[in-house]
């Protein structure tokens, strides 16, 4: 098997490619809408505006998959006794949850990254975004069990992706659930970070991207 497989396309097709029980780790960011600071529109101020009016008001062109279409898929995949984790935001963090126990899955906790920016906010101002942290079968416990639930890691300044996250805090996350030659699945890939943290690591890795755009970005950071 080849040490990186890209894959640019629709995640709900694409993964049909992939076996049950053959990968070792899950590690994924989805597109979801966000409300934040009173936004009328109905999402964060934190994305540029322009971005938004050429996606008709969305983060992203592709922005309308169900958490319910996707998550099963990543429970299928899964082998017993793996990790999946999944970014969130408070307006989706119940639903994801819901949806993954239906599925199978175990939650495991609640993680926190602490970012060093700060979202205005009329109900406390947001530094941290969460990630849910879910197990397959039984129990595994992580490879740094010192590792704090809470990350703390500057955010991105000058970002290739809306949503990019610090290759340093996929690492954590990737260093504690999997080993060297492991295979960890991205299924919503964006410009590509768990894919380089993967590298680094000397983890196998399969990422899907359906935008072109970060897709091409992916393959050349990659």
């Not at 934190?46 to 898929?73: A, C, V």
């Not at 996250?165 to 295979?183: A, Q």
Request: charged share 25%; glycine share 6%.
């Amino acid at each position: 098997m080849e040490d990186i497989r890209l894959w640019h396309g629709c995640c709900l097709e694409l993964m049909k490619n992939i076996p049950d029980n053959s990968i070792d780790m899950v590690l994924t960011d989805p597109p979801y809408k966000t409300i934040s600071g009173g936004n009328k529109k109905g999402f964060s101020h934190k994305y540029n505006s322009s971005i938004l009016k050429h996606n008709d008001g969305k983060i992203f062109k592709h922005n309308d998959i169900r958490i319910e279409t996707w998550i099963p898929e990543v429970y299928r995949v899964l082998k017993e006794g793996s990790h999946f984790y999944t970014m969130t935001n408070n307006l989706n963090l119940e639903k994801t949850l819901t949806v993954g126990r239906q599925c199978g899955f175990g939650f495991h906790n609640l993680l926190l990254w602490k970012k060093n920016n700060v979202l205005t906010n009329r109900w406390y101002m947001k530094n941290c975004e969460y990630i849910l942290f879910f197990k397959k079968g039984k129990a595994k416990k992580i490879n740094n069990p010192s590792t704090t639930q809470l990350l703390e890691f500057k955010n991105i300044k000058n970002r290739l992706h809306p949503t990019q996250k610090p290759i340093e805090l996929m690492e954590v996350l990737i260093g504690n659930s999997s080993h060297i030659n492991d295979i960890v699945l991205d299924l919503f890939m964006g410009s590509g970070s768990t894919g380089v943290a993967c590298k680094n690591l000397n983890r196998r890795f399969i990422g899907i991207e359906k935008d072109e755009t970060y897709f091409q970005i992916a393959k050349n950071r990659i």
